[in-house]
């Protein structure tokens, strides 16, 4: 993805000894290692960049390529994160970002990595969409994994405790310009196409970040901490969506049609909140937030869930998702995620249609 793709270009700088690019979209991984492959050649770098298809929801594949390539650092970027499209994929959504996520801390509690580092959002804060909280409760696993001891298998698959040498780190930001999901790309297509602009709401705001400047203060925020933080980048002032539509229209050369300006080129047309959106995105859940060395990077000191509660929570999650009961799924989110408020009937496309049609 967009952000696993600049971290990748960023820690190519560094000159690891080896880079696994662990990625289960054939195409994408082709193209970062194609762009990488590319990159060593011209500037001469010693390092080996290996290409790995594989998911997150196969916990013994994960497992297997630490141990094998015994992986120092993971930085796991791996979610669904669309909110209407996880709205209605809600399985997809628990088992993608929350089963994916325990499945990859739990490989690398198993064989020792040193670091793991969690791409999370604004969106985890007081979520109203199975997006955001199945995020905020992948936060919660690695928190409460973090304070764990960690089973280390052995080759008849039995297994001893010992102490974890695996420190979590989560850092949360809002939107990045110019990724898949970013509004930046779908303005560009709706100006050269004629217009109108589409925004769901007058009053919608977000926070953004560039790329780049995302990437490199998720490394350096991996880097700080005991074990079990959540970092916050500093998005600065949140952008309302129409001035942005507005600025690129006049970016363009173009001018905006209105009730005032009839004549003008490009209009704007609000089409209404969708699934699980919010009009406004936060950062924090508590005011508990501390300064760090770097000026861009807040540490948040929240409430989480030791492991033996968590873990029964996951399981029934687990269940839920099984057996095609999203009402209960929603239920055991509301009851785990802090804040979590949906918004309207619970809505997954397949369930749906087994129900109108068995």
């Known amino acids: 993805g967009s952000i696993g793709s600049e971290l990748c270009r960023q820690i190519l700088t560094q000159r690891p000894k080896v880079l696994l690019l662990f990625e289960h979209s054939e195409f994408n991984l082709y193209s970062i290692l194609s762009e990488l492959e590319q990159r060593i050649t011209r500037e001469s770098l010693s390092v080996k960049v290996l290409p790995i298809l594989g998911s997150v929801r196969d916990q013994e594949k994960l497992r297997d390529v630490m141990k094998t390539w015994h992986v120092n650092t993971v930085y796991h970027a791996a979610a669904y994160k669309h909110v209407p499209m996880v709205e209605h994929n809600i399985a997809e959504g628990v088992m993608n970002n929350v089963m994916g996520t325990l499945n990859t801390a739990q490989a690398a509690l198993q064989v020792g990595v040193a670091n793991f580092v969690l791409i999370s959002t604004d969106k985890a804060v007081r979520p109203t969409n199975v997006m955001g909280s199945t995020k905020r409760l992948s936060e919660l696993t690695l928190q409460a994994l973090s304070q764990e001891l960690a089973p280390v298998l052995f080759g008849d698959g039995s297994g001893v405790s010992q102490v974890n040498k695996t420190r979590f780190t989560m850092v949360r930001f809002g939107n990045v310009l110019g990724s898949s999901g970013s509004v930046i790309p779908l303005f560009h297509k709706q100006i050269k196409s004629g217009g109108p602009l589409t925004v769901t709401h007058p009053k919608i705001t977000r926070y953004f970040m560039t790329i780049p400047e995302a990437a490199q203060l998720v490394i350096q925020a991996g880097s700080m901490g005991q074990g079990g933080d959540v970092f916050v980048l500093d998005m600065g002032e949140p952008v309302r969506i129409v001035e942005l539509a507005e600025k690129m229209i006049h970016l363009s050369g ?105």
């Open 254 to 358: 173009l001018s905006v049609r209105s009730e005032k300006n009839p004549h003008g080129d490009i209009a704007i047309e609000f089409t209404g909140l969708r699934p699980g959106e919010k009009l406004y995105e936060e950062l924090l859940i508590g005011d508990n937030v501390a300064a760090t060395q770097h000026p861009m990077i807040m540490c948040a000191n929240e409430d989480h869930l030791p492991w033996g509660v968590l873990k029964l929570k996951l399981s029934e999650l687990l269940c839920a998702v099984q057996q095609d009961d999203y009402s209960l799924v929603r239920q055991l989110l509301r009851d785990t995620v802090s804040g979590y408020a949906p918004d309207g009937d619970i809505v997954d496309w397949i369930y749906q249609q087994r129900r109108l049609d068995p």
